[in-house]
């Protein structure tokens, strides 16, 4: 088991929802608990917000605009606690 919010996992998607559900279930059955997770969608239209809206115990970072992978992954940075 993690240490609670020793670790913060960020992953940034952008119209990319298959791959984001595959990456955000791996995670979930292979990670011990106490993470904490946060999921930047950079102004997706394919369904990835609304998936992220599920996903339980994420923070979910939303810009309305794909700002690039260096700019979602500093807006999770932003929310991280570990």
Known sequence: MIAPGAVTIII???????YSRVCVESLQRNTPPGYRLVLVDNGSA?????????????????????????????????????
Request: proline share 7%; glycine share 12%.
């Open 46 to 82: 394919d369904g990835s917000p609304e998936y992220f809206d599920t996903v339980p115990g994420a923070e979910v970072v939303r810009h309305t605009a794909n700002l690039g992978f260096a700019a979602g992954v500093n807006a999770g940075l932003r929310r991280a606690t570990a």
């Open 12 to 18: 940034p998607a952008h119209n990319n929802l298959a």
